[in-house]
């Protein structure tokens, strides 16, 4: 390579990495009813995944999978986890209840697309299961910032539905696997203000 290639690839490398580190410092999520169509076509969305995919793996143990809600498919899953909740929560305030029930039975809707991330560490495998489970949450955050940079608003969810194993079973999970994000992408109807930032000098030493 002549040194004017080398210079105009690095200029090239240069301008991309500060159009990307500017994308990370505008980065925000957007709730999940402020989603709406159109979300990632087939082919965006086999990308997107495949970027998750590209993360830290000690071992290459491949500790997480992915379950892709769209369509019909997000009204059945959520009428599931309505009945569930209603089902596993029985004890609480009846009101109550019936009120968070009607709130599962909408809340897979929204996005036109909802990407669960399964992790599925091995405790039986040579590398420990915390890093396992830190590259599972690393799936997480590169498949949001994938579908961001694709050009869709994302939220990135736990919350009961994550930690129920009704849930689980819907889902087809087996004994040792958990949901680590519930993952909604889709059109943003409106750009969301940012929320309060940390402190990073409060936040960093030197040793």
Known sequence: MSNNHAAAATEALSHDGEALLSFLERRRSTG????????????ELRRILTIAARVPDHGGIEPWRFIVLAGD????????????????????????????????????????????VVSRSDALARVLVWEQELSTGAACMN???????????TTWLTGWAAYSPGVAALFGLSGSEKVAGVIHI????????DRKRPDIDALTTYW
Request: hydrophobic share 40%.
């Open 143 to 153: 498949l949001v910032i994938a579908a961001q940079a694709s050009g869709y608003g």
């Open 73 to 116: 498919a997000r009204q059945r899953a959520s009428e599931g986890v309505s009945k569930l909740y209603a089902a596993e929560n029985a004890a609480m305030d009846p009101e109550r209840r019936e009120k968070f029930t009607a709130i599962m039975g909408r809340a897979l809707t929204y996005a036109p697309v909802i990407v669960l």
């Open 186 to 193: 889709g059109t943003a109807k409106e750009i969301p203000p």
């Open 32 to 43: 999940m009813t402020a989603l709406s169509e159109p979300g990632p076509s087939e082919s």
